[in-house]
């Protein structure tokens, strides 16, 4: 029976470790055993910032536009309710960029907001 020999997968197998570690401090990068610890629990981090990263934006997002809403006189609860009653439906990234960007537009979703406030408000009582 022929011997199998697994030189090749193997050297393929570190190589694609050893690469992903690439850039890791001492001995992580170099060496395999510490390579694959360092891989996985890369991977791990990897996967749940992928996560945090839409929270943290989000978050940022939702910063700015009360700010911005501050300064037009309205709060954020009351602008975003208004924003659902008159729906409008953009989302809180591109309200963020008008906020920052072009606050004459932002005025007017304001306006739109407050507007719609005003009538429901009007239809409660």
């Known amino acids: 029976m022929v011997r ?13 470790v050893l690469k992903k570690a690439k ?3 001492g001995h992580k990068s170099k060496r395999y055993r510490q390579a694959i610890d360092s891989v996985v629990r890369g991977m791990a981090y990897e996967f749940r910032d992928r996560k945090a990263k839409k929270r943290d934006f ?3 997002w939702i910063v700015r536009i009360n700010a911005a809403c501050q300064v037009a006189g309205i709060s954020y609860s009351r602008f975003i309710k208004g ?7 953009i989302d809180r990234k591109v309200i ?6 072009s606050p004459s537009a932002f005025k007017k979703l ?3 907001s407050k507007e719609a406030v005003k ?3 009007k239809k409660k009582s």
């Open 83 to 89: 924003l659902k009653e008159a729906q409008v439906e």
């Open 110 to 112: 304001v306006a739109v």
């Open 23 to 25: 850039g890791q401090f």
């Open 58 to 60: 989000k978050r940022l």
């Open 4 to 16: 199998v020999k697994h030189a090749v997968a193997t050297k393929r197998r570190k190589k694609r």
């Open 119 to 121: 009538k429901d408000s």
């Open 96 to 101: 963020a960029e008008l906020a920052v960007s």
